[in-house]
């Protein structure tokens, strides 16, 4: 009898986004000319940058003639992207980076999803409180969790809160834990860490012998010269921290699919009998064990996001969203509400106003501004009574959202 993994029965149902859905689709019947506004994307609207475009059309002429066509390619990434990230990405701001600590990969969604294989079932895993769900459903799969109790919280794991009364930076686990999950520019809270906050985590795991899996997949947004953009730029970061990041967000690659996980040489983790074992090595084997890279093609177009003209267009694009940013957050603002991030991050973190929870601030948008967002406490218990607003947008889609929320919305 072919028995089902049970852990898979521990996972709650992606209840926000279908729910999200169904509210939608109710007020649409209901109000069939209403124009909604979504502002509750995770994705990107603006097309690739045209050095992308024109270094995915030349990588596709190569591919039509025998002397340039490339066939499988090096599980882990091409050299020339590696090299460019280790250079532009680490080297330009003080860290040393090999090109071999670096893995091309198809998404920071699977990389923080699958990363946790290489640690044992036993390992207690530290999550911040709303979070990225992948990081909580990948270790429900693996049977991390236990069963999820009446607070919505999984008994084994071990939960950070991040409110507006810690300024969404959350304190230091009260126990042991193994795995630690950082997520800065933070989604959904916008939130960001300063060179101090990180290093007390660094310092933290050394001492507990934990592994920090760091996500920087916004890095790009963070505009204070304060905040660090890697987690390697602290001291001792190298032997506890991995770090993933993306071209998702950074250069428009949501459904072009290129991001890369950076693996030190130093960072490791323990057998039973308390030896020591080089991530980047395990890394590598199951990499190149379950994944056969992402193609040439798309590599070719990333490597473009480090040109001249590339670093340009990319600035630009970025510029734009974190504009809608300002305007979300200075219009909201306006009308009384409190708002949190959009200042390193394109994600505005709303606290819903008094006696209103997350859902009836979603419902209340929808209703009287015909705008869509998320509902905080879709990211967790913690989340309750915030909204999330993305930058990600049309401009003249965001100004209008805007424009009705400040004279539309009945506060
Ligand atoms: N990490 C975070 C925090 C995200 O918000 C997202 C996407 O929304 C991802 C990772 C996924 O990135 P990718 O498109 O590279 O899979």
């Not at 109000?31 to 603006?46: N, Q």
């Not at 990434?77 to 091309?104: N, P």
């Not at 997520?183 to 012998?209: F, H, I, M, S």
Request: aromatic share 12%; net charge negative.
């Amino acid at each position: 009898m072919a028995h089902i993994n049970e852990s898979y029965f521990n996972l709650k149902g992606s209840y926000l986004f279908s729910e999200i859905a169904r509210r939608v689709k109710a007020f649409g019947k209901a109000h069939p000319d209403a124009k909604l506004i979504r502002l509750g994307i995770g994705d990107v609207t603006k097309p690739l940058p045209p050095a992308v475009i024109e270094a995915l059309h030349a990588a596709v002429d190569e591919m039509a003639s025998a002397e340039s066509f490339k066939g499988y390619g090096p599980e882990t990434g091409y050299e020339f992207l590696a090299e460019k990230v280790a250079e532009h990405d680490y080297g330009s701001r003080g860290v040393k980076m090999a090109a071999d600590e670096v893995f091309i990969s198809d998404g920071a969604k699977s990389d923080t999803a699958n990363f946790q294989e290489l640690f044992a079932q036993d390992c207690t895993v530290a999550l911040t409180d709303p979070v990225y769900p992948v990081y909580v459903d990948s270790n429900v799969m693996a049977g991390r969790s236990g069963e999820m109790n009446e607070n919505g919280r999984y008994e084994r794991f071990v939960y950070l809160p991040c409110t507006a009364e810690n300024g969404f930076n959350p304190a230091l686990p009260d126990r042991h834990v193994d795995l630690i999950y950082l997520c800065y520019p933070n989604n959904p809270t916008g939130a960001v860490l300063t060179r101090d906050e990180l290093k007390k985590w660094v310092d933290y795991a050394r001492e507990q012998k934990a592994v920090i899996l760091y996500d920087a997949a916004y890095e790009a947004y963070i505009r204070d010269p304060e905040v660090p953009h890697s987690i390697f730029e602290i001291e001792g970061a190298r032997e506890v921290a991995i770090e993933f990041r993306s071209f998702s967000k950074t250069a428009g690659f949501t459904g072009t699919r290129c991001a890369f996980t950076v693996v030190p040489k130093e960072a490791q983790a323990y057998g039973r009998n308390g030896e020591a074992h080089g991530l980047n090595a395990l890394w590598f084997r199951r990499q190149s064990t379950k994944f056969n890279g992402v193609p040439y093609i798309i590599q070719k177009g990333a490597a473009a996001v480090y040109t001249e003209a590339g670093q340009a267009q990319v600035r630009g694009m970025i510029g734009d969203y974190m504009e809608n940013a300002r305007i979300i957050r200075e219009g909201l603002e306006s009308v009384g509400l409190n708002v949190f991030g959009g200042r390193n991050a394109p994600y505005i973190w709303v606290k819903t106003p008094e006696g209103i929870d997350s859902w009836g601030f979603f419902d209340k948008l929808l209703n009287e501004a015909h705008v869509v967002g998320t509902p905080g406490s879709g990211f967790g218990p913690s989340g309750e009574g915030y909204f999330r607003l993305t930058a990600f947008g049309r401009r003249d889609q965001t100004e209008e959202a805007v424009e009705r929320i400040r004279t539309r919305l009945n506060l």
